[in-house]
């Protein structure tokens, strides 16, 4: 396992996601990918607010936190645990809406402690970004925060670069706290143009890559399996036979008919699955770049980290890439 020292903790390369925690997946097989996970090195577990919300009827806010905050303390890994949770989600009956006022805020992480079972969260996120917010009082909300002690850094998800960079200057001019972290969808894969979610999530872009890169921040990549395509095409056959089935989502670009191809035959080279390829090539980027790992059960979460320490090397991305950045 690769890690980083990283605000004086020694944090892993690898996050665990938890979208699934609870429902659809069982709290029993939560708790053994948790466990496994574990086992393995991994120490950075993502959650959110919002998780748990949307699976079933009566979900609500903070299940998956729950979820994740039982099993801490029931096994007593807290202080082991480089925390990232996310607050201000927009509801999802309204996703236009803007919940990035501080009574919103204060009330998401709130909620976060209780139902986390901690008294701080390592790094606290925003979950999304909207333009008519009052970004002075969201950057004085977020600061109180860590004057509190209730956060100890921040980040911003599904905002663009320069909306960042923007917040940045703002809290430099104001001595408050910056964001140093950002979170958006990136994998190996490409997505097909306008397939992105809802309109309120943010795909890397080549030219945010390149200016990340630059940037000092550390960048976590969010749907980083691309939801299982290349460990699917493999099953299938290959990209053809997924394709020719119509399981190909929000991955039907023409670029991922090479890309499927080319990271099957790395697979081959290296004797790795493709859920361990995608892994490594986020962990192998150049700069501070971290996957959130999903999964639907164990035996996924194991194929994914079975081989944590894979290095790719420059030939490799050409090839998965060709003319293409990320
Ligand atoms: N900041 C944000 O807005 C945001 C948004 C989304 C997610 N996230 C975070 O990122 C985490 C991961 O995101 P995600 O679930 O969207 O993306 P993902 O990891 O790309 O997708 C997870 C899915 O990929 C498939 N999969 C994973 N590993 C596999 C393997 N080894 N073999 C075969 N299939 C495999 C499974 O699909 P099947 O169920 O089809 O088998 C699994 O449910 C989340 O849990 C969450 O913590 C953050």
Redesign the pocket.
Known sequence: MKYWEWQTKRVSRI?L????FGEPMSVEESWRVMDYAREQGVNFF???RI?GYWYKEGGRNGYCEKVMGDYMTSRGCRNEIYLVT?GAHPPFEDRGASRLTPQCLREDLEGSLRDLGTDHIDLY?L??DHPDMDLPAVMETLHAFVKEGKVLALGA??WHYGRIREANEYAEKHALTPFCAS???W?MAKLADGTAGDKT?VVLTPEEYEAYRKSGLLLMA???????LF??ALAAGGYESLAAAGKLGKYKDPANRHRVEAALSLCRKYGV???ALAVAYITGQDFPAVP??????L???K??LSAADLVLQPEDYKLILQEDII
């Open positions: 996050a996601g938890s979208t699934n993502d959650t959110a998780y996310k996120f979950h999304r998800s599904n979170q958006v969808e994998s999530q969010y749907t980083s399996q691309a939801h299982g460990s699917k699955s493709p859920a959130i790992l999903g999964c639907s059960r035996e996924q979460m194929d994914s």
